[in-house]
């Protein structure tokens, strides 16, 4: 069974960083490539970043590039969402996301608030 579990949310100030982490079970994690997104109240689900499933090629939203970066652990079966600089329109709750066998799989998902 496909499973992606997100964790490292929280309350940060502007100007922040948080690690987020997606651990990955039930599947050939290293035959896939990656993804994080976000989705804030009242707007639609956005891709915020994708990493290739050997690691050697990330995009990036246009909104986060320059404070995101997405990587990946193959061995432990685990990718990352490092983010900086944080501004309250990062707000969202975030989720881990992985193509399997043409289906979109999804995490519950992990909350960042970032509030003065």
């Known amino acids: 069974q496909v499973q992606l579990v997100e964790s490292g949310g929280g309350l940060v100030q502007p100007g922040g960083s948080l690690r987020l982490s997606c651990a990955a079970s039930?599947?050939?994690?290293?035959?896939?490539?990656m993804s994080w997104y976000r989705q804030a109240p009242g707007k639609e689900r956005e891709l915020v970043a994708t990493?290739?499933?050997?690691?050697?090629?990330?995009n990036y939203a246009d909104s986060v590039k320059g404070r995101f970066a997405i990587s990946r652990d193959n061995a432990k079966m685990m990718v990352y969402l490092q983010m900086n600089t944080l501004k309250p329109d990062d707000t969202a709750t975030y989720y881990c996301?992985?193509?399997?066998?043409?289906?979109?799989?999804w995490g519950q998902g992990t909350q960042v608030t970032v509030s003065s």
């Open positions: 996301n992985a193509r399997v066998l043409t289906r979109d799989r």
């Open positions: 039930g599947f050939t994690f290293r035959n896939y490539a």
């Open positions: 990493i290739t499933s050997g690691g050697g090629s990330t």
